[in-house]
């Protein structure tokens, strides 16, 4: 069956925000580490984001760090109606850029007053706690304690919402007991499909599912099968790939990240391909074979 009508918005929290977003991670240094090269640049770049509709970004103050909340202020600061604007926790920067854990209370007490600091607000719309149980993804571990300080800081009318990244779904389960998780952020694309009895068991729920990486991240994905289905829409494999996660799956939320207009216009346009069920049908056997160089 042809997937004929994508919904276009999907609920995260209290806000009902369109499927595409931005997330600013790339407007830092190279390695998310320091400022970027071009400072107008990147303020032009989150200034047409909104113009161009865009009403949920994706941000922390451990990219930078500080930068890229910095960026975001001086670009929007007041913020218009509606915007979405969600951070995260959990992690620290060291001195050459390492990215180190750092969940306890004070850790993340410091971290909530750090974000409403630096994004110039009150209250944190949404903060998703990222575990760092292991530098190569999601491992076990409680997160128990760094939710009920972050359950706490919500109390204290810090936080609006609390999410999770990084996270196993015995870690979501955990966290529905200790708090109202309202989105899950984990690594997930065409061909990184780990989540996907996840990513429906939270559909099923109610609950976003905002992949990170959605084009692949450091190694962007490569595939002929994408780039012909590419090519038979006029569109470009990355539009495809972003495409292809909308269709997955309605609860989905994209924050694909950009310090190029150019991009940031074509990320936006995926929201109006259709995918054929055959298109579909090509996409999902990526998930289940080795990637073409």
Not at 89 to 116: I, Y
Not at 243 to 272: C, D, M, Q, Y
Request: include cysteine; charge should be negative.
């Amino acid at each position: 069956m042809p997937h004929s009508h994508i919904p276009g918005s999907y609920r995260i929290g209290t806000h009902t925000v369109r499927r595409v977003g931005y997330g600013a991670m790339q407007l830092t240094g190279p390695g998310v580490f320091g400022p970027p090269r071009d400072r107008k640049a990147a303020i032009a770049v989150l200034q047409e984001a909104i113009a161009q509709g865009v009403d949920h970004l994706d941000t922390s103050d451990i990219y930078g760090p500080h930068v890229t909340n910095q960026l975001i202020r001086e670009a929007l600061h007041p913020y218009r109606d509606g915007l979405l604007i969600a951070t995260k926790v959990g992690a620290v920067r060291g001195p050459n850029g390492s990215w180190e854990p750092a969940f306890s209370t004070a850790d993340l007490e410091r971290a909530v007053h750090d974000n409403l600091r630096n994004l110039g607000l009150e209250v944190l719309d949404v903060v998703n706690f990222r575990a760092m149980f292991s530098a190569e993804g999601p491992a076990e571990g409680s997160i128990e304690a760094p939710l009920t300080a972050l359950a706490e800081l919500q109390q204290r009318g810090l936080i609006r919402h609390i999410g999770l990244s990084n996270v196993t779904p015995t870690q979501v389960a955990e966290g529905r007991k200790l708090a109202e998780i309202v989105c899950v952020q984990n690594h997930y694309n065409l061909t990184h499909r780990r989540d996907d009895a996840l990513l429906d068991q939270l559909a099923a729920s109610g609950t976003a599912y905002v992949p990170y990486f959605p084009l692949g991240g450091f190694t962007p994905l490569q595939s002929s099968a994408l780039n012909d289905v590419a090519a038979r829409l006029g569109a470009t494999p990355m539009q495809v790939a972003l495409a292809w996660l909308l269709h997955r799956s309605p609860n989905v939320l994209l924050i694909p990240g950009t310090s190029s207009i150019t991009h940031l216009k074509e990320n936006l346009a995926s929201a109006a391909l259709t995918l054929s069920a055959e298109d579909m049908d090509i996409l999902n056997r990526l998930g289940t074979s080795p990637l073409s160089e």
